[in-house]
């Protein structure tokens, strides 16, 4: 084992020492900041792939019963067994969520030396992706879950810092501070679910926890636990309530997008359910809590994303809606589901931001309809990017997301059943939709000119340097989509290495094992695509969806179904109330207080100061005098009090 | 031997050199005052020794101790009014107030 341990802690390793010296170093100095992020995640992307071939595929296990390798070293440790443990977790999911994360990340990297070519912050940008990648692999290492809460927060950070990248613009900077403070009350639940643990276990290594929750008699209350937990989750993933900083924070870089905010960061969420899968399976009612929102969440996202005319925005939707079907597939009981999932969203919804991020680019818009005036089809990298990421996205046979969606909603056909089974292929249909609408919008440019508007919300990209735009930079940004798109083909005959690594108990079915509930999700699949087409893709069409066409739900839908303002009107104002107050009173009570004090000093000093008036006798005579009231009180009482 | 005329005149010495000091403007005469008053408390050391049951000479010995200090702080306290008269060509204690508050 010791080999794998140091294949992890290089991992985690190199791309902090990257980060360190690219922000210390090299920040005015772009080309060798670019190539230090790189190759430090390349060096990560070796040693995880060295994980799975060591840990994954072999699927190596520890201890009884068999669970997850942890090495860890107790650092400051307290009488009674508590401290602060620092290790790493080896098994087939945290190796296999390595890899994706380094994968992602370098692809990212390579594709931002084209996008983010000449920008003025270019050093600082590739020092805080390789941070990002170090917080991300440590998280997904941490053997613990009070390690695992620090990295936790610092993939925050990452976000914070990569969010508001262009913080000099006033939209990022608040979308920055948004995605923080929204998260935040998220982690809020999750730092005291973090304490009831170690309060209950002392180190909370991550077995010991799940060995706990599911033992006879827990040491903790599992369902309050679970839930609190669950608080993190929803903040970090965007679920339910706490989503709305998601779409806002498509305000920083496309590559940014497309490695924090769809395929890694934002899975943290899951990967933590999936990791402690056990303790959430201890406590049901949680867990079907946790299906029920993530369907609500699925398919309110869903209608967002059909009325969205931001690419970016229709992407984001659609990632808050697929990471409620993880979320799903893994409360149905299924890690394997989930986490297939997630590995093959993170693979196609790279791709589909990364491929968007090459018509930004090129339109230096966002706006669908402005990008569709640009001549899209002559960035053929991005369209088969696009196309194929769509498709994957949408879940068409044989594209990844086929399969893993059908391997969720397969988990749920178990599990539950009636409604809310109805309306999970429902909502794959509208995935479909939408996913479509967005791929005509975008690239059927002809037929958009008759309904050419204005009300293009208007974000440059880092564009402006078009003339220094080198081929090399263009082959940067091609390479890394056309590798996604490739893998888009691939990930998905990976259903069967994960159920038998991650949920072996469960029954499992090969690729194409075509049921009743394949049949249905790719008719209605079908029927999406079928109607995107009339509406959006055919010659003559309305380019115009039939949600867009009802003025109120185009508003319910466009505005997050008015959460933002709900919020504004409520939670946001009655805050801004109390630090109103509470700025009054510390300008006016605290402060207030103090200037007295000091005004006061300032008077009895001068007051003071009138007796010293510089006359020698004066103060003999004061002196004198004095002494002798002195003299005759101590005469007097004895010199007793 | 009764010390109270004694104590009463050291009194009365004490009291015309403390007038003086208070009174006069010129740093000389102030000295002088202060000479005056020290004088009023050998005086007293005297005087007061001849109550204590010692030797009465100890009294004396002392009190020809203090005039031999107060002859050396004259000699000081001139010395000193002499550099304030160089630089300020007075000894007026009115003029001397460049420490006000």
Partial sequence: MTGTVLAALAAQAAPFLACALVLIFLRGRPRAAAGAAIAALTVSFAATALLVWQVAVPNVACGTPPGPCVTQALWLPVQGGAGLAFGVILDPLSATMALVVAVITLAVMVYSTGYMHGDPGFGRYFGFLAFFGWAMLGLVLASNLLQLLVFWELVGLASFLLIGFWFERAAPAAAARKAFIMTRVGDVGFLLGVLLLIRALGVATIPDVIAAATGPAPAFRVPLVAFLLLMGVIGKSAQGPLFTWLPDAMEGPTPVSALLHSATMVAAGVFLVARLHGLFAAAPAVMHGLLLLALVTALASATMAMVANDIKRVLAYSSISQLSYMLMGLAAGSVAAGFFHLTTHAGFKALLFLASGIFIHHAHSNDMREIAEHEPLSQKAGVIGLVAGSLALAGVIPFAGYFSKEAVLGAMGEHVGGVVLALAYFGAGLTAYYTFRMVFLTLRGAAAQAHRRTDAPTQPGPAAHEEHFSKAAHAAMAWPVLVLAALTLVLGYLGGFFAVRLSPALPHEGPFHVGTGAVVALALVAAGIALAWYEFGRAGALRLGFAERVPVLKSFFGDNWYLDRLYNATVVRWTVALSRAAKWNDHTVLDGASDVVAQGTVWGGRILAMGQNGFVQAYVAVAISVVAALGIWLMRTGGQP | ?101
Avoid at chain 2, 6 to 31: N, P
Avoid at chain 2, 36 to 49: C, H, P, Q, R, Y
Avoid at chain 2, 71 to 90: D, P, Y
Wanted: proline fraction near 1%; aromatic fraction near 4%; avoid cysteine.
């Fill in chain 2, 1 to 101: 031997m009764n010390p109270t005329l004694y104590l009463g005149f050291a009194t009365l010495l004490f009291g015309i050199g403390l007038y003086g000091l208070l009174q006069r403007r010129s740093l000389v005469a102030m000295l002088i005052s202060l000479e005056l008053m020290l004088a009023a408390v050998s005086v007293n050391v005297v005087a007061l020794t001849t109550l204590t049951g010692h030797d009465a000479s100890m009294g004396q010995v002392v009190a020809l101790i203090l005039v031999g200090v107060a002859a050396s702080e004259t000699a000081i306290g001139l010395s000193l009014f002499v550099a304030i008269h160089r630089a300020s060509h007075s000894i007026d204690v009115e003029n001397l107030s460049e420490l006000k508050g």
